[in-house]
């Protein structure tokens, strides 16, 4: 009597079952990078509604940041400001500009400039800026070289990974705090390594790495 089923159809569940495994882990290894800020978030700088260049009001001009973003110090997050505050130099300065019509428009009118958020954390995680500004991390450790952008750019992952980082070290990214809104400031190698322990010993700087300090 002849078979029925080809001798290949015995290994057809084994074949079957590697098959969905290896495409598990395909699948589960492109989501693990692509669905991650560090793909999604990193290099995305969005067109706003006004060209406003960072590069010639922070690097040229020398405009501290706490002039816009006034609640940096007090807040948990970091404000964008009204448009008054802008019209506050735009008023002598390229008054009739084109460009800087939404600008017009908002003061006139009272409904806010759509800005285009760029740095943003989930809704499950709590983060608080004045709490870092306040103990020496530089604006420049979680968004770049501001003062070098003509727009701004997402230029940190931000992830959970990069937030541990500097949980667990925080000396290096511990500057002193007249210089933490200052884009250029250096320290000495020589010296850097003694000089972050020490902010952190004097300071009392205690970072929790514990899952309740940024998901409550």
Not at 51 to 73: I, Q
Not at 94 to 117: C, E, F, H, M, Y
Request: with cysteine.
């Amino acid at each position: 009597m002849s078979e029925l089923f080809a001798r290949w159809y015995n290994q057809l569940p084994l074949k079957l079952t590697v098959g969905l495994l290896v495409s598990a882990v395909v699948v589960s290894a492109g989501a693990w990078y692509y669905l991650t800020p560090e793909y999604s978030r990193v290099g995305y700088q969005p067109i706003q509604p006004v060209p406003f260049s960072h590069l010639t009001h922070v690097g040229h001009l020398g405009l501290d940041c706490r002039y816009c973003h006034t609640g940096v110090e007090s807040s948990w997050y970091a404000n964008i400001p009204a448009a008054s505050v802008c019209m506050n130099c735009h008023s002598q300065v390229l008054p009739n500009d084109p460009r800087l019509a939404p600008i017009r428009d908002s003061v006139k009118t009272g409904a806010p400039v759509p800005w285009v958020q760029i740095h943003r954390t989930p809704d499950f995680v709590f983060f608080n800026h004045a709490v870092h500004v306040n103990r020496g991390v530089a604006c420049v450790s979680c968004h770049g070289q501001i003062n070098q952008m003509v727009e701004v750019r997402h230029a940190r992952s931000l992830t959970m990974a990069f937030c541990l980082d500097c949980h667990r070290n925080p000396a290096p990214h511990i500057r002193p705090l007249e210089q933490v809104y200052s884009m250029t400031w250096t320290e000495d190698p020589a010296r850097a390594v003694e000089a972050g322990a020490r902010r952190v010993r004097d300071w009392k700087i205690h970072p929790s790495t514990d899952c309740s300090a940024c998901h409550r």
